[in-house]
């Protein structure tokens, strides 16, 4: 009998909504194991930086650290931003740079019952994008120039960065339930090496790691041609691996073809950190009308479930909220909210859960 320490960071805009639904369905799975859970608040983004000055209080870093792991809702709010005209209330380089969490784990799933505006079967939609969440253009966050008639921001890539995440996407590969449509494990390097030099080095990093694993077949795609094969050949992907702000464009792409943004959860995992959160946004155009869908946050829960060990609850989380889209209970309209609304979606999954 144990007990879990999660930090909790329910976010900005949809983010409390979304947060209770997953912190109620990580109690309803863990409970009747006679696991016990303590959730640490903490106060941070966008709204947090407003009242404070800071978007991620000092001392937290270090408490997130210390705990088993974190449940982190959407943060942001178009409106607190930097004098450069960034926004200022996003956690994405200190939680991600804070805690070297390197790999963002990004599964795209079609569920059953779930409309998708291609004619893909659900089997056809089965995979994972591995995108490198510490440098890139990213890492020119804040360092950037920009004056009256220009503005540049600079994409670095390191040998140690690309290596270790592609390590993780091939171990992730070997690990991975659910082979492409025709069984062979994959991962395919998604760049544009064909026309920058940054990329073309994350591409030969890339073979050296795809050499020491032969079992996994090793294949390389430009991001334009990839984005395409996204929507049109689905099945045949597995596992991709890819820079940062490729990473960022192609997974909101995959999104789209299974149901919206709302459906798709990730994992940002260190060597020693982890956190989770839905690959969305804070949704400022439906805060606080209860319409969001809570599957991204509620699978962002199973992959934490996960993390900490509870395989088996996890795959119940999973199965809850698959049976909740094939029996009905949960539909999606045209722009992926639940018709019943964020209450009813999440009731439909702890339902679900307590009968198994
Ligand atoms: P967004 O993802 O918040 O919204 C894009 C569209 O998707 C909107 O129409 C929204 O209503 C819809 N949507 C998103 N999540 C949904 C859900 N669960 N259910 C139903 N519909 C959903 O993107 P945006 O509008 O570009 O960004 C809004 C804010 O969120 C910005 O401040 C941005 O910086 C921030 N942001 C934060 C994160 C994060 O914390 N990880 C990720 C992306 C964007
Ligand atoms: C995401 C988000 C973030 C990103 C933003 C909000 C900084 O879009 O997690 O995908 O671009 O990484
Ligand atoms: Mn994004």
Redesign the pocket.
Known sequence: DRTFHIGVIE?D??GPELTAAATAVLEAALRPRGVRLEFHLEDAGAAAHRRTGTALPDGALERIRDYDALIKG?????DVRHPDGT?AG??GGLLRGGLDAYANVRPMRLLPGVSAPTTHRPEDIDYVIVRENTEGLYLSRGRGVRNERAASDQLLLTRKGVERVVRRAFALARGRNGAPADGVRRVTCVDKANVLRSFAFFRDVFDEVAASHPDVEAEHLHADAAAAALVAHPARFDVLVMENLLGDILSDLGAATVG???MCPSANLGDTAAYF??I???????AGTGA??PT?QILSAAMLLEHIGHVDEAGAVRAAVAGAYASGAVALDDR??PKGGTAAATAAVLDGLGRM
């Open positions: 976010g805009g949809i959407p943060v942001g709010l178009p926004e996003l956690l919206g943004l709302g959160e839905p969305h946004g804070s949704a400022p155009d439906i969001a869908n991204s992926g909210r």
